[in-house]
């Protein structure tokens, strides 16, 4: 449920441009896209808009991850700075071991992501914003890091795959009718999809460049009768995100009803 809250593309970046303080959504507007601009090799060219980053920011204050501080006299539809909630701060609290995780595979996290979009190296910015910033902090390297991670995590089906393949190895087949059973079993919070066999070789192979699952067929062996394995780097990164399972049980009530929102199912 954590992961599918950070699943939209904008919340990780307005949660971590909010870590040193409030602000406003022009501010967030300008600090996100210098950001994007600085790592255009790896997210993508694609700049922040304000009325998305509005729309953002609403979802996440209906969400509880972030406050709006609304001018005194126009309280309602007052544009003030935004800040993080006591449950946003904890979700980025729980990220820690993830970022330490982060670093440790932070090459070849890279190479997965600029070799999906065909990308290098880049000093090129976005719409014309100059990538004049100053150098990252330690700091920012780690929630960089992070930010890399979760890129990987968004595959809808990624870290269900993960999870099975922590089990022990298991045939592609096998994988996918463990992880439909359990889709089946959560109905009330995966809606009605399920994993298709075109889905989850496209999930792999995306699992495999990242160094998280192994399959290697002998050759003249059939792709399907191979068996996959979790790497170490696979059993580190579930390891590291206990933590924020641990935050999605103390906010278990509210992520419920988040997820059953945004997948459009009765929320009771």
Not at 85 to 100: E, I, Q, V
Not at 131 to 142: G, H, I, K, Y
Request: some cysteine.
């Amino acid at each position: 449920m954590s992961l599918e809250l950070l699943r939209n593309r904008w919340t990780y970046p307005v949660l971590v441009a909010l870590l040193d303080g409030p602000l406003r959504a022009s501010q967030l507007l300008k600090l996100i896209n210098e950001g994007t601009a600085r790592n255009v090799d790896l997210v993508g060219s694609r700049a922040l808009h304000e009325r998305v980053l509005l729309t953002t920011l609403r979802q996440l204050e209906e969400e509880g991850l972030l406050l709006c501080r609304r001018a005194a006299t126009d309280p309602v539809n007052g544009h003030g700075p935004r800040e993080l909630t006591a449950a946003g701060k904890d979700l980025l609290h729980s990220m820690h071991r993830l970022a330490a995780w982060s670093a440790a595979h932070r090459d070849q996290l890279a190479a997965a992501l600029r070799n999906r979009r065909g990308s290098r190296q880049s000093a090129t910015g976005i719409e014309g914003l100059p990538v004049d910033v100053p150098a990252l902090t330690p700091e920012q390297e780690n929630w960089r890091g992070v930010g890399m991670t979760l890129a990987v995590l968004r595959l809808r089906w990624g870290f269900a795959v993960l999870c099975q393949l922590s089990q022990g190895p298991q045939h592609p087949t096998g994988v996918a009718a463990a992880v439909n059973t359990g889709i089946a079993r959560n109905r009330d919070l995966t809606g009605r999809r399920s994993l298709s066999e075109k889905v989850l070789w496209d999930t792999l192979h995306r699992l495999i460049d990242v160094g998280l699952v192994i399959h290697r067929p002998r050759p003249g062996q059939f792709a399907s009768t191979a068996r996959c394995t979790l790497t170490p780097a696979g059993h580190a990164l579930l390891a590291a995100l206990v933590p924020v399972g641990d935050w999605a049980a103390a906010y278990e009530g509210r992520l419920l009803v988040i997820v059953r929102r945004r997948r459009g199912l009765p929320e009771g």
